[in-house]
């Protein structure tokens, strides 16, 4: 998967954005973590927002991403905190470990950045091989709004983030360039404090509504799953923005 967009600028400000958007997640996902009884990996683990704190708890935890500069920003910040990560550059949809998890997590929409059914197949199969028996495999992705989309898509939003202990200005926009496959691209500009360009860069995604998750689901090889609305398990009900997937192999 070449194309993923997350190059050098966007490890540059990923942190500083992720930090006005991730949500709750956080805390969800290092607490499953440090619960686990053996090893646990993060599929698409980028700059470490979430692997590090799951590091610094102790936990056995690996992580794969298919971007060397997200990798790279994860290595500076692990070397500060003085944590020694065991994380490699790998594609989702090839899963390339020996190793058995009793956890694979997926966070912040990562698994939407398989935009083709097969992809996303080879995903779920993937991940499916890499769990011990009595494993689970826990994402979440965004519900698609349609209120939202119809506001906001194709409109330069603007925000201001905290990077390199100045306050810069954050520019994305969001658009469908395939609206029968649902594929969406984001566009991203960080200005400086004099309005320079300092980054630039683009990602595509593709929407995974409910159902085609459980489809997903149904064709794939794992036995049972389910779904909350949020970080908190509550069940998942219309205007919840969040699914929070769980999948479990046969026991
Ligand atoms: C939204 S970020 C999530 C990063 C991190 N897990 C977090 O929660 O902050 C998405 C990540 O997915 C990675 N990614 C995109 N396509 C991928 C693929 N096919 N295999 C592995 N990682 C991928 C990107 O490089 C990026 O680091």
Redesign the pocket.
């Known amino acids: ?1 070449a194309d ?3 190059d050098e600028a ?2 540059a400000f ?2 500083a954005m ?1 930090a006005e958007h ?1 949500g709750d ?2 805390a969800f ?1 290092r607490d499953l973590a440090t619960a686990s009884d053996g090893p646990v990996l ?10 590090l704190d799951v590091l610094a708890a102790r936990v056995d935890a690996d ?5 060397p ?3 790279a920003v994860l290595r500076e910040r692990a070397a500060e905190r003085g944590l020694d990560p065991t994380v490699w550059e ?4 090839a899963l390339d470990t020996d190793r058995q998890y009793d956890l694979i997590y ?5 698994l939407q ?2 935009r083709s059914v097969d ?1 996303q197949q080879a ?1 779920f199969a993937s991940v499916h091989d890499a769990l011990a028996p009595g494993g689970r495999f826990v994402f979440d992705v965004f519900v698609p709004d349609f209120e939202l989309i119809a506001e906001t898509y194709g409109e330069w939003q603007t925000e201001r983030i905290d990077l390199e202990g100045n306050e810069h200005e954050l520019r994305s926009r969001s658009r469908i360039v395939d609206e029968p496959r649902q594929i969406l691209a984001v566009e991203s500009r960080v200005l400086g404090p004099e309005g320079e360009v300092r980054y630039e860069t683009r ?1 595509r995604l593709s929407m995974l509504p409910y159902q085609q998750v459980e489809l997903l689901a149904r064709d794939s090889p794992f036995e049972s799953w389910s779904v909350a609305g949020g970080f908190d398990g509550s069940d998942l009900e219309d205007g919840d923005t969040v699914q929070v997937w769980t999948l479990e192999p046969e026991a």
């Open positions: 998967m993923h967009g997350y966007m490890a990923y942190d992720a991730a997640d956080s996902y993060e599929l698409a683990v980028g700059t470490g927002r979430i692997y992580g794969v991403d298919v971007s500069a997200m990798l790998g594609d989702m949809t997926c966070p912040f929409n990562a950045h398989a992809d995903t990602q």
